[in-house]
């Protein structure tokens, strides 16, 4: 695959996962306009959607081209061309993907904060019982919950399906 094939391809990506595919944007911090309106520049990651749209936008490359990026590549910021030279460098390290994804799968998932909200919860109940208060946390915890446990549910499903795409042929 060569470097203008797998451009092409990144851009499809982004088109499809971007909130408005129509509105024109910035190659050289292409990843901002993920979300609409577009943040500032490299500055995706400074929102809870923002990050979340970034995450996925980065799992589907992950997916199309079968490779794995480490935690310094998905801490970085990329333009398109650097984007897919990074994608094309990848490919070629077909062992360092293997071995990226077999630690994401061989992590263990902790679960301390989620637990700690609710003993939380639960100590606030027992103290002051069913009052508007406490129905107000309860929202905002199990909002904060359920934001977590589903970016981890994602992550799990994504190392699963990406470790079928990647099996050897």
């Known amino acids: ?18 909130k ?5 944007f910035d190659e050289s911090h292409f990843m901002d306009y993920l979300t609409y309106p577009a943040h500032p520049k490299n500055t995706i990651k400074n929102s809870f959607k923002g990050v979340r ?5 980065m ?20 333009t398109v061309d650097k984007l897919s030279k990074k994608v094309l460098d990848r490919i070629k390290k077909g ?7 077999k630690r994401r799968l061989e992590q263990k998932e902790k679960y301390y904060f989620e637990i700690a909200l609710i003993l939380i919860l639960a100590a606030l ?3 002051h019982g069913i ?12 909002i904060i919950i359920y934001w977590i446990l589903s970016s981890k549910l994602h992550s799990k499903r994504h190392n699963k399906r990406l470790a079928e795409r990647m099996k050897p042929q």
């Not at 695959?1 to 996962?17: G, V």
């Not at 589907?60 to 801490?75: A, T, V």
Request: aromatic residues 18%.
């Open 1 to 18: 695959m060569t470097e203008q094939e797998i451009k092409d391809k990144i851009l499809e990506i982004f088109k499809s996962q971007r």
């Open 20 to 24: 408005n595919p129509t509105v024109d």
């Open 53 to 57: 749209r970034y995450y996925r936008f």
């Open 59 to 78: 799992d589907e490359l992950e997916l199309e081209f079968s490779i794995c990026f480490s935690l310094q590549d998905l801490d970085k910021y990329y």
């Open 95 to 101: 062992k360092g993907n293997h071995m990226i994804l």
């Open 125 to 127: 109940y027992y103290w």
């Open 131 to 142: 009052n508007w208060i406490s129905i107000l946390i309860t929202i905002g915890f199990g």
